[in-house]
């Protein structure tokens, strides 16, 4: 059996949030952005490596002319807890003053990331900017940063897949689940 199929090996404490779940509120979110946008053409700012299995399920869930672009900043490396050291590795490759920017994150923890990654893209004179973020951990000590849509709220728990990692690795799982780092089995 796959380790992708079995909900306790490798790590996999629980699934959080099913396949099914994921595509359900991924479209919806998607005709409430074509809304949003109306005749604008949005300039999606991926934030890799973590939204782009949200991203490119996003962006096809919406019906309005779309641009992608991409940033990199620096992780949790092999640690579950935020260092709450922000780092751009990979800049855009464009100019976006006058752009209206579609910030895509994959989940907002301390929410450390996305206040310096908008600080950064506000100096740089966007007409607008909306931020999506999959999912937002329920932290009552993180910082106060723009959110405009949501995918889910889910507990203060390490959670991997669908774009998330640990050290790395279950980014590619389809759903998104709980780790649980004492049941990880090297290979
Ligand atoms: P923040 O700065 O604490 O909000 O965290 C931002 C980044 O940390 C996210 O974009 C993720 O890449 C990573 N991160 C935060 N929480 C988790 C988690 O539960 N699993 C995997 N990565 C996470």
Same mark, same amino acid.
């Given at each position: 059996m796959s380790w992708q199929r079995e909900p306790r090996?490798?790590?996999?404490?629980? &699934? !959080? &949030?099913?396949?099914?779940?994921?595509?359900?509120?991924?479209?919806?979110?998607?005709?409430? !952005? $074509?809304?949003?946008?109306?005749d604008r053409v949005p300039l999606f700012v991926g934030v890799l490596n973590g939204a782009v299995a949200f991203m490119t399920d996003l962006m096809r869930a919406m019906t309005i002319p779309v641009e992608i672009d991409f940033m990199a900043t620096s992780s949790y490396g092999n640690s579950t807890t935020s260092s709450g050291v922000v780092r751009i590795i990979k800049d855009l490759n464009q100019p976006i003053d006058g752009r209206h920017l579609m910030v895509v994150e994959d989940i907002v923890d301390s929410g450390l990331t996305l206040r310096y990654l908008l600080e950064m893209l506000e100096a740089r004179n966007p007409a607008s900017i909306t931020v999506v973020a999959l999912l937002r951990k329920n932290k009552p000590d993180a910082v106060d940063v723009q959110v405009d849509f949501i995918g889910f709220d889910i507990p $203060?728990? +390490?959670? &991997?897949?669908?774009?998330? $990692? +640990?050290?790395?690795?279950?980014?590619? !799982?389809?759903? =998104?689940? =709980? !780790?649980?780092?004492s049941t990880i089995v090297d290979e």
């Open positions: 090996a490798n790590g996999v404490a629980k &699934i !959080l &949030i099913t396949e099914q779940e994921l595509q359900r509120r991924i479209y919806e979110l998607g005709k409430e !952005l $074509d809304g949003h946008f109306g $203060d728990e +390490f959670v &991997i897949g669908y774009g998330l $990692d +640990f050290a790395e690795r279950y980014r590619n !799982l389809p759903y =998104v689940a =709980v !780790l649980d780092p």
